[in-house]
């Protein structure tokens, strides 16, 4: 079985690191024929936002690099969809597997499903019911168009259900992010940054900010740098600054007024970013996979948006959503309430990636667009 392997952004590394790892596994072991080759869109390409990923998290470079690089949605994904047919016809792999939710997610399953290749997706069925996020339109056509849908939590289930999606096409097989946490747990414990920025353990609150719904927009994100101010009064902030909100900042020349009280950093490694979201006395963010990480390492988390395709990190874990008018209310009660660390949703084990391969080859033989 021939898989090609996607990744594209920063988010997307620490999914297929351990589908990468698995499929290794296997093919050492004897399952025979099972190669993979991946492919880097090239739609993150700074060393902090990509390289650094692939030395924390142990996979070889990319077999491929498409070398898109940023544009308008419409330039980013045609141009990754341009690039990625012709290593599609030359490849004729038995499953392109993309993760997540970003461009090069929809990019290249738009091509695999006119190629009539199969596509499986892992982290599928996730919705925040609202397509303002370029995130969610990737979620939805990626989903209609997928042959095998690998859900991360029972939500995504159900939501594919209620749109329609055969059940044969569905399987819960848990949050893969999770198995590149569990593996590389131990090394986070030993990141150089605490000693670097001089951290305690609790004596911290670790932001992360990108979304373009919070930073695209000179209102929002001058309210916020106030807001972070009002925060760092009372514990001191740690802020690795996403290129895109960097890009903000200087074009509407905003800089934080406590500049010793909120220190805005370079973006940091996945070993730094388990050791910040493991140790903060709770984090403020707008990610997507920091809502999962705080909630399986039992960290209060603020998510500064209006929803989340994450429900579970809320119902069972440690995530709340907050808006920027009940944000220091939010910070005030979290930092006097003795917080509750939540429970791990079902299938966060560390393997995911176990089941994830075990699918892709029990649907091996199954032609495109007939597994339902
Ligand atoms: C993308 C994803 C988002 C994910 C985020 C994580 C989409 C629609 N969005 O958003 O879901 O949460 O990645 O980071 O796919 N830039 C650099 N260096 C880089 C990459 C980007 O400087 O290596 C700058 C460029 O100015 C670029 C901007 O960041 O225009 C935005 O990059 P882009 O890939 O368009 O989207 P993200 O905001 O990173």
């Known amino acids: 079985m021939k898989l090609l392997i996607v990744a594209g952004a920063r988010p997307n590394f620490m999914k297929v690191a351990p589908i990468i ?30 390289s650094i990923f692939f030395e924390d998290l142990g996979i070889p470079a990319p077999d491929i690099n498409l070398g898109v690089g940023s544009g308008s949605h419409a330039v980013q994904t045609a ?64 989903d209609a168009l ?40 131990a090394q986070a414990h030993a990141s150089p940054l605490p000693a670097r920025l001089q951290l305690e353990p609790r004596g911290f609150v670790y932001v992360t900010l990108h979304r373009p719904s919070n930073v695209d927009d000179a209102p929002s994100l001058r309210q916020i740098m106030v807001a972070l101010n009002v925060i760092a009064q009372r514990v001191p902030v740690v802020f690795p600054v996403h290129p895109r909100t960097r890009a903000m900042l200087a074009r509407f020349e905003i ?20 050791w910040m979201t493991e140790n903060a006395r709770f984090v403020l963010t707008d990610s997507g996979g920091i809502q999962e990480e705080s909630t399986y390492l039992g960290t209060p988390c603020l998510t500064l948006r209006p929803n989340t395709e994450r429900p579970v990190t809320i119902e069972v874990g440690t995530n709340r959503l907050t808006r920027l008018d009940r944000l220091q209310q939010d910070v005030a009660e979290l930092l006097e309430a003795r917080h509750s660390r939540g429970r791990i949703p079902t299938f966060w084990d560390g393997h995911t990636a176990e089941r994830i391969v075990d699918a892709l080859l029990q649907h091996a033989e199954a032609p495109a667009a007939s597994l339902s």
């Open 79 to 142: 141009n990754v969809m341009a690039a990625f047919e012709p290593v599609c016809e030359q490849d004729r792999p038995d499953w392109v597997v993309v993760v997540g939710d970003v461009n090069s997610t929809l990019a290249c399953t738009l091509v695999c499903a006119k190629l009539g290749i199969k596509v499986a997706h892992v982290e599928a069925g996730l919705r925040s019911f609202d397509r303002s996020m370029p995130e969610e339109i990737n979620r939805i056509v990626t």
């Open 21 to 50: 790892h698995e499929v290794r596994k296997r093919a050492l072991d004897g399952t025979p024929g099972l190669q993979y080759r991946l492919v880097h869109t090239g739609q993150h390409y700074d060393k902090a936002m990509s």
């Open 255 to 274: 800089a934080p007024a406590d500049a010793a009280a909120i220190r805005l950093i370079e973006p940091i490694g996945y070993h730094d970013s388990l």
């Open 146 to 185: 997928a042959d095998l849908l690998l859900t991360p939590s029972i939500d995504g289930d159900a939501n594919l259900q209620r749109e329609g999606v055969p059940a044969a096409k569905i399987r819960f097989v848990g949050n893969v992010m999770i198995d590149a946490l569990v593996a590389n747990l």
